[in-house]
C-alpha cells in the first residue's frame, strides 16, 4: 500500500476515520476484501497471496493496521521476511499498539523499508522501519505514503486536503464521496516531485493519488470508519482496465 490518510478523534463517536491506496503491480495475485479463516479468523482484509500478507486490515474487536513502503533506490534485502504479514500479526494478536510496535521495532532491520500504523482501540501509533521509531500520532488528520510519517509528498498533502474539506463539509459518513478522493488520476508538477533517486519518468507517473500504468497502478482503494459500536469498511478494486469490484462490510464491535 503505498497512499493512507486518516482522521484521528479519540474523544468522538468515530475515533477514526482511515482513507488508503494499494498501490501494486497487475500481475501480482490478491484476493479482495474478505473475512480470513484457520489461525487468522476474525479478520476482514484482502490478501496477497504471493506472500500471504495484507496491506491493510481490521479484526473483529476493533483493531486496524496498515503498511506502506518506503521508497528508495538502494537494494532489496534478498529474502526478507513478508512486510504484509506485520498486519495480519497486529490484527490477530492481543499486544496494545506500543508494545507491538516496540518489539517489532527491534528486527525491524530484518525487513525491507516500511511504514506500519496501528490502532488497538485506545491509541494509534506507527513505526518508522528505517529508523525503527515508534511514534504516537496526535488527534487531527495525517498522513503517509513512501516516505516518513507525515512527509508532505504532494499527492499525500492533495489528499489530506480533500479530506480536510470532507471534515468541513461534514461529509464524512458518505464512502463513495471519500473513495473519491482516492480516485485522482492527476500528477504533480515535476517541481514538486521527491527525489527519492528514482528515474524522472517513473517518479512522475507516481506523483498521482490514483496510479494507472500498464504494468503497477492502485489496486484498492479503501474507506474504513471505526466508529465506538462498530466498524464500515468499504472498498473497491482495480486492474489497469479500470474498476473490477466492489464491497462494503459493517459489523458491531
Request: hydrophobic share 40%; proline share 7%.
Amino acid at each position: 500500500m503505498c497512499l493512507i490518510a486518516w482522521s484521528w478523534q479519540p474523544a468522538s463517536a468515530t475515533p477514526l476515520l482511515l482513507l488508503s491506496n494499494r498501490d501494486e503491480f497487475y500481475d501480482r495475485p490478491a484476493l479482495p476484501l474478505h473475512w480470513w479463516d484457520s489461525a487468522f479468523s476474525g479478520v476482514l482484509a484482502g490478501k496477497d497471496q504471493q506472500a500471504g500478507g495484507t496491506w491493510l486490515g481490521v479484526s473483529r474487536h476493533g483493531r486496524l493496521a496498515a503498511l506502506t513502503n518506503y521508497r528508495t533506490a538502494l537494494p532489496a534485502h534478498a529474502n526478507p521476511p513478508s512486510r504484509g504479514e506485520l498486519v495480519a500479526q497486529f490484527l490477530q494478536g492481543s499486544l496494545n499498539a506500543e508494545s507491538y510496535l516496540q518489539a517489532l521495532s527491534k528486527k525491524a532491520g530484518e525487513y525491507n523499508p516500511f511504514n506500519l500504523l496501528v490502532f488497538d482501540g485506545e491509541q494509534l501509533m506507527g513505526l518508522e522501519s528505517r529508523s525503527a521509531e515508534v511514534i504516537a500520532m496526535k488527534p487531527g488528520i495525517g498522513g503517509v505514503s513512501n516516505a516518513n510519517f507525515h512527509t508532505p509528498w504532494p499527492k499525500l498533502t492533495k489528499l489530506l486536503k480533500g479530506l480536510q474539506i470532507s471534515i468541513e463539509n461534514e461529509s464524512l459518513s458518505a464512502p463513495d464521496l471519500l473513495i473519491s478522493l482516492l480516485r485522482d488520476p492527476a500528477l504533480s508538477p515535476d517541481h514538486e516531485l521527491p527525489d527519492t533517486g528514482i528515474p524522472l519518468d517513473l517518479e512522475r507517473s507516481l506523483s498521482a493519488i490514483f496510479i494507472a500504468t500498464p504494468p503497477y497502478g492502485t489496486r484498492a482503494s479503501s474507506v474504513v470508519h471505526i466508529h465506538r459500536t462498530h466498524i464500515d469498511f468499504t472498498e473497491q478494486t482495480y486492474n489497469y482496465s479500470g474498476l473490477t469490484g466492489s464491497s462494503r462490510h459493517q459489523f458491531e464491535l
